[in-house]
């Protein structure tokens, strides 16, 4: 069975700091899908990021960047110098190979970032 | 404008009377689902459709229904709501080749039984 665990529950910063949110995961498939979401205090959920089983690549996207780490089964965020627009609950989820029937993700238990001014 | 609207937006109800959660959506997509949120556990799949007249249950589907009619229409049925189906509901959706990146999710359905 997959299963998502974010063990930070609750993180607090003063804006311009670094933030990193760990996500560890567990699958038997050989392929698989990594993905975070944001969901900010209005409540809808936006996708940031989708990485391959098979691509361990880190990526860069202006402050976000996402260090993949099979050895380890990590993917970990980081959100560098942080801003208050950052305040949200961020979701590292997982998918099986993409055309499996259902497709579900499973999701973390989220983690609440409260960026500070 | 694509998007899936679900409505009411906030629902308060009492033990036992049942209810329906509707989800719709314009981009003539083959797949949606239903998740819920809760604190702690993030979001779980209640059941999902392949396309119209197929479901399926996904991993929480106790004590829900669901129907897939039409395609852009997948409600949510509640028959006897229970103080533990209190909790914020997503519907989502995406065409049938693509991944769950592509999900577009609505705006989120906050339920309380009381």
């Known amino acids: 069975a997959q299963k998502v665990t974010q063990a930070q529950t609750e993180i607090s910063v003063v804006e311009k700091e670094d933030v990193t949110l760990d996500c560890v995961y567990e699958?038997?498939?050989?392929?698989?899908?990594l993905f975070w979401y944001k969901q900010p205090p209005s409540g809808e959920l936006v996708f940031l990021i989708r990485?391959?089983?098979?691509?361990?690549q880190n990526e860069i996207s202006g402050r976000y960047s996402w260090n993949f780490q099979k050895s380890t089964s990590s993917f970990n965020f980081t959100i560098t110098a942080s801003q208050v627009v950052d305040s949200a609950v961020y979701f590292c989820?997982?998918?099986?190979?993409?055309?499996?029937?259902?497709?579900?993700?499973?999701f973390g238990g989220g983690t609440r970032v409260l960026v500070k001014p | 404008e694509a998007q899936v609207t679900q409505n009411p937006r906030y629902l308060i109800t009492v033990t036992g009377k049942k209810l329906t959660v509707t989800c719709s959506q314009n981009?003539?997509?083959?797949?949606m689902s239903w998740y819920r949120q809760d604190p702690g556990l993030g979001l779980r799949q209640i059941y999902y459709?392949?396309?119209?007249?197929?479901?399926d249950k996904g991993d929480v589907p106790e004590g829900y229904k669901v129907s897939r009619k039409e395609k852009r229409n997948f409600p949510l049925i509640l028959e006897s709501p229970s103080p533990n189906q209190t909790s914020l509901y997503f519907c989502?959706?995406?065409?049938?080749?693509?991944?769950?990146?592509?999900?577009?999710f609505g705006s989120g359905t906050q339920l309380s039984v009381l």
């Open positions: 989502a959706s995406r065409g049938g080749g693509q991944g769950p990146e592509k999900l577009f």
């Open positions: 699958t038997r498939d050989t392929t698989y899908y």
């Open positions: 990485r391959n089983s098979f691509d361990e």
């Open positions: 989820a997982l998918s099986e190979a993409l055309r499996a029937a259902g497709n579900k993700l499973t």
């Open positions: 981009m003539n997509h083959e797949y």
């Open positions: 459709s392949m396309n119209v007249e197929v479901t």
